[in-house]
């Protein structure tokens, strides 16, 4: 269907060129309550990269490979995978590559869809070309809101192009399980992508990174702790290692998720050679933005934008552009860009009925939550250390076992894990928290609240977590930060 719209029509109140769910987030939030009308333009599938080659189908696989481990560490429970099982529970999970139901609920919220790819053509205007080759011009009363995500990265290295290797699309969507898998990258994507491979039966998995441990944007001991689980479970790691050559034998485009070809050969600037049988690039992403006519509102293309905390454009004047989720590169977290798109709709609305009184984004980034969904997890919210002192704060850590709690302990006997809190010691609040073990991603809403909340130290000592449960956590973290500070312990 190439429009879900009159074809004659071409003005709405709010255009969203894209239509991710941040995008279909800032349409429902524009309009909802103003009685303003907006139209979202996809050229894909409506909902975007999470909803189908990202966040749902990862945690679709992720899930089972969770599941076996658990009852292999709870005596008197057995559980076996079926990879094909597996892969056809996240093919119902991704409703099979088809946004019908996606497409139904934009609607059904008064939201128009127009399909095609849109470029901006100067001030509150937007050129569709559609799926039939024909090209139409959309105007906005009120404001453009860009969401045009991103695309995985992959490096300028001798024949890895050519090699036609796996990204992250192939590998939520895989069609079948390669038997010996090498992966570039050391974080989020090749941390959760190797430890289901690994999970559904690839015999070989090696992960390839250039820094000195696994996930380097978090606490030094997440990368620690979860590269440890992935060599116990046979995963090889080799760090502070680049690929600086790739050959592979007949390279064919198979399709995303099949593999591209014959066997890969793959140097690496060490000079060890690994042979495979595809390759996974998960070495971070680029903005959608070189292509969506921002030379026609006078900014350079390419690159993420730079946005104010209403999600305005800084650099164009009118206060009629927005960008928001992965085009503005504040948070590549999809619940973040969500967060974004509800502040620029309520935004557009406010500004459309003369209010000056208009939401900022600013204090949701001050939480920044993420669960890596490995195994062990990894929850963050926050800062890190690091973070916290580069920013000149009078930083008070604190950590505690997790295997220490008796929630753990039911959970499995052979619990590991940790957490970490990073307190501002200037107004006794919680500025980061870091936890690593089975089960504790809904750990971070909590350290989300306190952080954005900035609940005081002595508020929360009087918040009770539950017994027995892993949220005990928070009481054993308050209590070996109380002992530190009577004992005048300042590590």
């Keep these: 269907m190439a429009a879900t719209v009159d074809p004659d029509r071409s003005t709405w109140d709010v255009i969203v060129l894209g239509g991710a769910a941040a995008g279909e987030n800032a349409a429902q939030y524009a309009s909802q309550f103003s009685g303003l009308s907006s139209v979202i333009v996809e050229n894909s599938l409506l909902g975007g990269e999470c909803s189908y080659w990202a966040c749902m189908p990862s945690k679709a696989l992720l899930r089972p490979v969770e599941v076996v481990d658990s009852a292999e560490h709870l005596p008197g429970l057995s559980a ?281 984004s600013a204090v949701g980034h001050i939480g920044l939550p993420q669960v890596v969904f490995t195994n062990p997890e990894v929850g963050s919210a926050g800062m890190t250390e690091q973070q916290a002192r580069d920013a000149g704060l009078d930083v008070e850590t604190v950590e505690y076992d997790l295997a220490a709690l008796a929630g753990t302990y039911v959970m499995r006997a052979d619990y590991r894990g940790l957490a970490k809190l990073v307190v501002d010691r200037t107004d006794d609040v919680v500025v980061g928290a870091t936890f690593v073990g089975a089960g504790i991603a809904e750990l971070v809403h909590s350290a989300t609240t306190a952080i954005v909340g900035r609940i005081p130290v002595s508020t929360l000592w009087h918040i009770v977590p539950s017994y027995p449960t892993a949220s005990e956590i928070w009481l054993r973290l308050l209590e070996t930060l109380r002992s530190k500070r009577r004992t005048g312990d300042e590590r």
């Design 80 to 360: 076996r995978l079926e990879a094909p099982g597996v892969l056809a529970r996240r093919d119902r999970v991704i409703n099979q590559l088809n946004d019908s139901s996606q497409i139904s609920w934009a609607l059904s919220t008064g939201i128009d869809v127009v399909r095609g790819y849109g470029r901006l053509a100067g001030e509150r205007t937007v050129v569709v070309v559609r799926p039939d080759g024909s090209t139409t011009t959309l105007t906005a009363n009120h404001a453009v809101v860009i969401d045009t995500g991103s695309r995985p990265a992959v490096p300028d290295v001798p024949g890895l192009r050519a090699a036609l290797p796996w990204t992250s699309r192939d590998v939520t969507t895989m069609r079948e399980v390669p038997r010996r898998v090498i992966v570039q990258g050391g974080g989020v994507v090749a941390c959760e992508s190797a430890t289901w491979l690994r999970g559904l039966g690839a015999s070989e998995v090696s992960i390839v990174y250039r820094d000195d441990r696994l996930l380097a944007r978090q606490e030094p001991f997440a990368g620690a702790l979860v590269g440890q689980a992935l060599q116990d479970s046979g995963v090889q790691l080799y760090p502070r290692l680049n690929l600086s050559q790739v050959k592979r034998a007949d390279p064919r485009d198979t399709g995303h998720g099949r593999i591209h070809g014959g066997e890969v050969s793959v140097t690496l600037d060490d000079g060890t050679i690994m042979v495979a049988d595809e390759v996974v690039v998960a070495t971070g992403r680029i903005p959608n933005t070189d292509d969506i006519g921002l030379d026609t509102v006078g900014l350079h293309p390419g690159g993420y934008l730079s946005v104010d905390d209403h999600q305005c454009l800084r650099q164009v004047n009118g206060s009629w552009l927005y960008a928001i989720g992965d085009a503005c590169g504040r948070a590549l977290l999809t619940h973040m860009g969500k967060y974004q798109a509800r502040i620029a709709g309520e935004v557009i609305a406010a500004r459309a009925q003369g209010s000056a009184e208009l939401p900022s």
